[in-house]
């Protein structure tokens, strides 16, 4: 006999007083009668036909429904594969995978239409900077005009380094130099448009920038160790709270120990409001996550020509950067953070082949 059972792959919500069903996978969304909740719920394991009609009739509904959802791919009948890796991960997750798939059939603005749209909605343009009312620490001119290693040497000794020299005290130009190099900004563009945009050394989906970059300091020449927003317009620090914040570094960064040994980390936030300004789409977001692994990246690389190591770390608490940062995730998504330092011993450092951190940790188990 025939089992059914209301697919996987749909989502339900209300919407402006309707009750919508969301076919996510195929981009299809359809206003629904409340009256089938409870059919919708009795669905929602799999049932026989005969128990399925049964219901129907004990409860006044057409028994010819149950054809029609089958038919418009509701309810699925006999068996539905379910992806293993969604199962592990959740709903959430396998909804926004397919939800922001662009489909075939989408049609894209061109610079034109979209520059349009946006004169026509008259809405002030977030800043693309966060203004602090702190104190206010200018930094030294980069130094961009020193000789560097060579561009492909850089790419192939980049790694990732886990164990720093905690006593290395790193130089303040060298410090403002990779911080440039990496976040600030080089070029201003449409200065007297609505659409102002910042450029950096990096790409940034819709020139839009919304990566915003805090910066804990351990030991870097001539700054007080503290939690600094680094400004990438004025390239400047402004402080947010000043004091010895390893013992919080670690712990933000899923209680990595390379996160308060390193010289100073790096938290990057998106302040969606600058993205949500001019695209509307939901595939923006992803743009956020493309544009961390941009800057990262260009991090790597500068420590690296200036012989330091750097590690990047998606594995971090979020609720506990919102409270060290007091920022909120309504505003600001927190994407990760990097760290940049001077690495220990080549025979004693864990980088791309050795995890120092493990035998740490195997100690610290097997003691408790």
């Not at 909804?95 to 909605?121: A, C, G, L, P, S």
């Not at 020449?221 to 570094?249: P, Q, R, T």
């Not at 909120?328 to 220990?344: H, K, N, Q, T, Y």
Request: with cysteine; net charge negative.
């Amino acid at each position: 006999m025939n089992r059914y059972k209301i697919s996987e792959s749909i989502v339900f919500f209300f919407k402006n007083g309707n009750f919508i069903l969301d076919e996510y996978k195929i981009h299809n969304q359809k206003s629904i009668n409340t009256n089938f909740i409870p059919l919708l719920e009795y669905l929602s394991i799999w049932r026989n036909e005969k128990d399925i009609i049964h219901y129907m009739n004990k409860n006044s509904f057409d028994t010819n429904i149950l054809k029609v959802l089958v038919r418009e791919g509701i309810v699925k009948k006999n068996l539905e594969n379910e992806l293993p890796y969604f199962k592990n991960w959740g709903k959430a997750v396998e909804y926004y995978h397919f939800n922001t798939k662009i489909n075939e059939n989408e049609q894209f603005e061109n610079v034109y239409v979209e520059q349009n749209r946006i004169d026509d909605i008259n809405v002030q343009q977030p800043n693309i900077v966060k203004n602090y009312n702190s104190t206010k620490i200018e930094l030294p001119e980069p130094l961009i005009n020193e000789a560097s290693k060579n561009l492909i040497n850089s790419l192939l000794d980049r790694e990732t380094i886990r164990s720093f020299d905690e006593n290395y005290i790193l130089p303040l130009n060298v410090f403002s130099t990779i911080l440039f190099l990496s976040f600030g900004g080089i070029l201003y563009a449409n200065p007297n448009s609505g659409s102002k945009g910042i450029y950096k050394t990096s790409p940034s989906g819709g020139g839009r920038s919304s990566i915003e970059t805090y910066v804990i300091v351990h030991n870097v020449e001539g700054l007080d160790s503290g939690i600094y927003n680094y400004n990438v317009s004025e390239h400047s620090l402004y402080l947010i709270n000043k004091g010895n914040f390893k013992k919080e570094a670690q712990f933000i960064s899923g209680d990595q120990v390379h996160a308060k040994t390193c010289n100073f980390i790096v938290i990057y936030t998106s302040v969606l409001e600058r993205i949500a300004w001019k695209y509307s789409t939901f595939r923006a977001y992803k743009a956020v996550y493309t544009d961390v692994g941009h800057l990262s990246q260009t991090l790597y690389l500068l420590a690296n020509n200036y012989s330091l190591g750097a590690f990047y770390l998606g594995a971090v608490r979020d609720e506990s950067i919102e409270k060290l940062l007091n920022i909120s995730i309504d505003d600001e998504a927190i994407l990760g953070i990097s760290g940049v330092g001077m690495p220990i011993s080549e025979e004693n450092y864990s980088g791309r082949f050795i995890r120092k951190d493990y035998d740490y940790w195997r100690d610290k188990y097997e003691k408790n």
